[in-house]
């Protein structure tokens, strides 16, 4: 089974901090993906990774980057967190094969993120 | 761009009732089509998908048909469970064969027993 974990469930930071949330897959992935969900907006795409050290902006990337270092671990930052980035954050991973129809994305279980 | 278009709920039924969420999308082309369930407490997993038109995809008693006539994908159940209370997201890639989805807005079923 693909285990995609993300290192908190629940988080709380204040106004200002740097906010680090961290995704890691174990089925050697090509593509990750970070989102926030939100009552009434469904899930929104924030950053893509289609390879290691590369990145696609999402529909909402403001006040956020993310880093991949390594093919399994796809980091999100919030330079300085502030009260709007408070959301449920979703990582999720695709195979990515070369030629293959859209694949099948598998999620981690969330970190909900409170921003005092 | 591609979207979807989602029935909004809430929904609440009784046990053994009959389930439709409905869903529309705008697409380029016949791109695959997803139903996504996210249980309470957890994340997104795939429920069904479909690759091509006319494709009927199935899973857990689900059941939905990738109709290009009316560009819909409804998810049906004929007799749902207590357990198959969640919220159900509807999803295409954003255009042609892309990696990167875009999702409904999200249905929340609640099953009362």
């Known amino acids: 089974d693909v285990k995609v974990t993300q290192s908190s469930r629940y988080l709380v930071k204040r106004t200002g901090e740097k906010v680090f949330l961290e995704c890691v897959q174990d089925m050697d992935h090509e593509n990750m993906f970070w989102y926030r969900q939100d009552p009434g907006l469904g899930l929104r795409l924030i950053y893509f990774s289609y390879d290691v050290k590369m990145k696609e902006k999402g529909d909402i990337p403001e006040g956020y980057s993310v880093s991949r270092e390594k093919k399994e671990r796809f980091s999100l930052i919030l330079e300085s967190a502030s009260t709007n980035q408070t959301s449920m954050y979703l990582c999720a991973s695709s195979a990515g094969l070369a030629g293959a129809r859209t694949d099948t994305q598998y999620f981690g279980p969330g970190t909900r993120l409170t921003v005092l | 761009g591609d979207s979807v278009t989602q029935m909004e709920g809430p929904v609440t039924l009784s046990e053994e009732a009959f389930l439709t969420i409905n869903c529309t999308y705008t697409?380029?082309?016949?791109?695959?089509l997803f139903w996504y369930v996210q249980y309470p407490g957890e994340g997104l997993q795939l429920l069904l998908k479909a690759t091509k038109a006319d494709d009927k995809g199935s899973n857990k008693g689900f059941e939905a048909t990738y109709r290009k006539e009316t560009t819909s994908f409804h998810l049906e159940k004929g007799s749902v469970q207590v357990s198959d209370s969640a919220v159900y997201f509807c999803?295409?890639?954003?255009?042609?064969?892309?990696?990167?989805?875009?999702f409904g807005k999200g249905t929340k079923l609640t099953v009362n027993p």
């Open positions: 999803a295409l890639p954003t255009q042609g064969g892309s990696e990167k989805l875009v």
């Open positions: 697409a380029t082309g016949y791109p695959s």
